[in-house]
């Protein structure tokens, strides 16, 4: 329509999926070599539920309309409206998990009758959206462009919504001690579930039943320089802020004086409680394609904060670095096709058609929490890990040849705090090792015939097999043997993926021939 190019849509999403209950769900705990030899003095814990298979739906649908404004040749504007609506789940199967009749008074809460919601539908998402370019310089080959936004962005909030197919009402759970696997048939036949008071047998996966959408306001600008007619230089700020993010906390209301409950009974309860923030600076440098050479550099230091990094089951909110929070990251990529020499016909088949590739990634180190000793809330029945003290003239790390990365974390360095204090060492506040490495590749193209070619490529990840060790030993309850020592590799922490996607794991080779036609 003119200068506007205008776009309108309807975003309709249903995932239904079978939850396959196992009937009954049998578990085992051993603490040391000799109860495995022996099959004794074991911890068992067994499960049933009424049903084989349960069938969750989710539903969630999003209107949008966006309007990409040419105003004139240097400026063009992007503005947009999108409008975000997601009820709490069902069940196809017609029973939907149980929740609370309300969270705001543990001492006086029910459960709410079959089939209630899990929390009423937030009508509220919309989410505006603006951001602009703008051409300062159009000199070829010099262009300057300035560009900037503003938008907020929703969460579907569904992580935890499945969560009651484990809890009160669907499943029967019993534990028992000094007993040899496999259970015993009778130890085995539990009860069927039940949501007669006072409440047990199962976990109460509750929610406040006016739960908001999580969402994030996000905001960046960016100024990019083209040097030459193939490589340009971009500086950006990017930051983010999260709000009415979900949280969960375990609650034992027998302990409030509710007597619905029985006294080992769990209330989980999800609500909008945490909140986070980011900022960035972003420098990026890209040459694209050009006599066979094309290269990728990028910096960015940052910093991100909240009172909690995860959802599940926190012992409290507090202000810190979040648990992933990485403050400098440096990343190189570049690929360089060797020319085609135009020698005699024997030196080009053993000269030409060389390829290499090279990568190095380059980070600071992810945060550790310092943890005393667990210790349990009388009021609540919760487990806590609270914040320990400094020790005066005491480094927080020691370093030598003889800790693995050369460095530990002290343990002399750190006191615990009284019961349910919490200490002056903030939350994430030292810090594990940085991660380091190099990948490199060649390959040799041999043409066979018109398009038909035969590729030999060899890989090598973490070519100069540079340890990087990951997860720390965090809790001081872990005693001077061993924390502050990393227990894993990088790679493990992060999940022991295949290093062509993750670093941080050992030297590793592969090699492959590839046919194309």
């Known amino acids: 329509m003119g200068r506007h190019n205008i776009r309108a849509g309807i975003d309709w999403r249903q995932l239904r999926t079978d939850f396959a209950l196992n009937n009954p769900e049998e578990g085992i705990y051993f603490f040391n070599a000799n109860q495995v030899q022996t099959n004794s003095t074991l911890i068992g814990l067994a499960t049933t539920s009424p049903r084989t298979t349960v069938q969750p739906i989710y539903r969630n649908i999003s209107t949008f309309v966006q309007d990409e404004w040419k105003v004139d040749s240097r400026l063009t504007l992007s503005l947009g409206l999108r409008w975000d609506i997601n009820p709490a789940p069902g069940d196809a199967t017609g029973t939907s998990p149980y929740t609370l009749s309300q969270t705001s008074n543990l001492a006086t809460a029910t459960l709410a009758p079959a089939g209630t919601p899990l929390w009423k539908t937030d009508w509220r998402g919309l989410a505006p959206r603006l951001g602009f370019a703008y051409t300062l310089g159009q000199k070829p080959g010099h262009e300057t462009v300035l560009r900037a936004g503003f938008g907020i962005f929703y969460d579907l909030g569904n992580a935890l919504g499945s969560g009651g197919y484990y809890g009160i009402g669907f499943v029967s759970n019993s534990a028992y001690s000094d007993v040899s696997y496999p259970l015993t048939a009778p130890q085995l036949a539990l009860p069927a579930p039940s949501v007669a008071a006072p409440y047990s047998g199962g976990v109460i996966y509750a929610f406040n039943p006016q739960l908001k959408l999580p969402y994030t306001t996000e905001y960046d600008a960016s100024l990019e320089q083209a040097l030459t007619t193939s490589q340009n230089l971009t500086l950006s700020y990017v930051g983010s802020h999260g709000r009415d993010l979900l949280t969960n906390f375990e609650f034992y209301p027998n302990k409030l004086g509710n007597q619905n409950f ?256």
Request: avoid cysteine; charged fraction near 15%.
């Open 262 to 517: 029985a006294a080992t009974t769990p209330a989980y309860i999800t609500s909008n409680s945490a909140s986070s923030s980011y900022n960035s600076f972003q420098a990026k440098y890209q040459r694209s394609l050009s006599h066979g050479l094309q290269a990728l550099l990028s910096y960015t230091w940052s910093h991100s904060i909240d009172d909690a990094s995860t959802n599940a089951l926190l012992p409290y909110l507090l202000r810190g670095s979040s648990d992933f929070d990485i403050r400098h990251q440096f990343q190189v990529a570049a690929t360089y096709d060797v020319p085609n020499l135009h020698a005699n016909e024997l030196a080009s088949s053993i000269v030409n058609h060389w390829g290499f590739d090279v990568r190095f990634q380059g980070r600071s180190a992810l945060p550790v929490d310092v943890e005393s000793p667990a210790v349990i809330d009388p009021s609540t029945g919760s487990y806590y890990f609270y914040q320990p003290d400094f020790v005066q003239n005491q480094p927080v790390y020691l370093r030598g040849n003889q800790y693995p990365g050369k460095r530990v974390i002290n343990y002399a360095a750190f006191e615990s705090a009284p019961a349910f204090v919490q200490g002056d060492v903030p939350r994430n506040y030292v810090r594990g090792f940085d991660a380091l490495q190099a990948d490199v590749a060649f390959h040799r193209t041999f043409p066979i015939y018109e398009r038909l070619n035969l590729q030999f490529r060899a890989e090598a990840f973490n070519i100069a097999n540079h340890p990087q060790f990951g997860a720390i030993y965090n809790q001081l309850s872990s005693g001077p043997a061993m924390f502050g020592y990393s227990y894993n590799t990088l790679n493990s922490q992060l999940g022991g993926l295949n290093p062509l996607y993750q670093i941080g794991g050992p030297r590793s080779l592969q090699m492959m021939l590839r046919l194309t036609f």
